[in-house]
């Protein structure tokens, strides 16, 4: 399916102390063969320099209390935050295995419509 087809993509990934895996998925998340408008990285007061490693990209960085996350909670406030028609949560682990990953995601998410 060609780029034009799909609507505003936003990716939204809750951290908390993501480490260096965070890095290879934001490497993953930038090196897709269709690159997302937005990405939202939620994180929950890490120590361990995730918010050091978010900022080398272009993303929107949002820092909450350790204690105003929760699971459904925190990714409710990222799609509130979203701007995309279609919202892709991922995991600060979430390392896809193929450069193509957002795009057949999408395409089988526009086969519904």
Do not use: C, W
Not at 88 to 110: C, E, K, P, Y
């Amino acid at each position: 399916m060609p780029v034009k087809d799909f609507k505003k993509v936003s990716i939204i990934i809750p951290t908390y102390n993501g480490g260096v895996l965070f890095k290879s998925v934001l490497d993953n998340v930038f090196n897709q063969d269709l690159r997302p408008d937005e990405v939202i990285v939620i994180d929950s007061s890490s120590t361990d320099g995730t918010e050091k490693i978010a900022k080398d990209y272009p993303v929107r960085f949002v820092k909450i209390k350790q204690t105003e996350f929760g699971h459904g909670k925190t990714r409710n406030y990222g799609a509130k935050l979203a701007k995309g028609e279609y919202v892709v949560f991922l995991t600060q682990d979430a390392v896809r295995v193929t450069s193509f990953g957002l795009r057949i995601l999408l395409s089988l998410l526009n086969q519904r419509r």
